[in-house]
């Protein structure tokens, strides 16, 4: 099974700083078809969770312009360009290259 | 809109089965994967497998494979996951989530949550 990992596991970030998350995969996430299925989603408090990206850096409907993807291979990268307090949550990464699915531990951020 | 509704919170004995429901309207139900995904209570999401409602087919992540069975009924559109066996580390918040695309691609769609507690 493909392991996800993510760091840091917590984040602290003041309004209109940026943030960024990690995220690594034991294998490659790079299929024969030319595209690299990783996903990173938010989890707010309370809600379930929502889609923010997808194979590696395609924003999902609705989702602000602030965020964004990148990386390749086994080595992923959110980045969030001036956080606004509606971001804390928890992010996750995960990945779904061979037709089955694992998430990251996840990546708690909360506003100082 | 696209729209997954879930059936509401159960309470189960350890051994017994549970069988969650999964909604779906605002788009074609046999076009589009569903998932299953649980949370422990403070814990992070775990996949634990996909159902194609057009075919029927399945695929388990090896944990929760013996134990799960997840099926649909494409004239309700309607999925459900069915686990069995349970024991009390399978409390937890159940989602279904739809695929973003045709495919088992990743899910764009998430369903409302059901918890399941086990406890005796």
């Known amino acids: 099974d493909i392991v996800m990992t993510q760091t840091p596991l917590s984040l602290s970030v003041t309004p209109g700083q940026p943030a960024s998350i990690s995220c690594k995969s034991s294998?490659?996430?790079?299929?024969?078809?030319?595209?690299?299925?990783l996903y990173w989603y938010l989890q707010k408090p309370g809600q379930s969770p929502q889609l923010l990206i997808y194979?590696?850096?395609s924003r999902f409907s609705g989702v602000p312009d602030r965020f964004s993807g990148s990386g390749s291979g086994t080595d992923f990268t959110l980045k969030i360009s001036r956080v606004e307090a509606e971001d804390v949550g928890v992010y996750y990464c995960?990945?779904?290259?061979?037709?089955?699915?694992?998430f990251g531990p996840g990546t708690k951020v909360d506003i100082k | 809109q696209v729209q997954l509704v879930q059936s509401g919170a159960e309470v189960k004995k350890p051994g017994a089965s549970v069988k969650v429901s999964c909604k779906a309207s605002g788009y074609t139900f046999t076009g589009y994967y569903m998932h299953w995904v649980r949370q422990a209570p403070g814990q992070g999401l775990e996949w634990m497998g996909w159902i194609n409602p057009n075919s029927g087919g399945t695929n388990y992540a090896q944990k929760f494979q013996g134990r799960v069975t997840m099926t649909r009924d494409t004239s309700i559109s309607t999925a459900y996951m069915e686990l069995s066996r349970l024991r009390s580390d399978d409390t937890a918040v159940y989602y279904c989530a739809r695929s973003r695309v045709v495919g088992a691609t990743g899910s764009g769609y998430w369903g409302q949550g059901t918890l399941v507690t086990v406890s005796s």
């Open positions: 194979e590696v850096s």
């Open positions: 294998q490659s996430l790079l299929h024969s078809d030319g595209k690299t299925y």
């Open positions: 995960m990945q779904g290259i061979h037709l089955s699915f694992t």
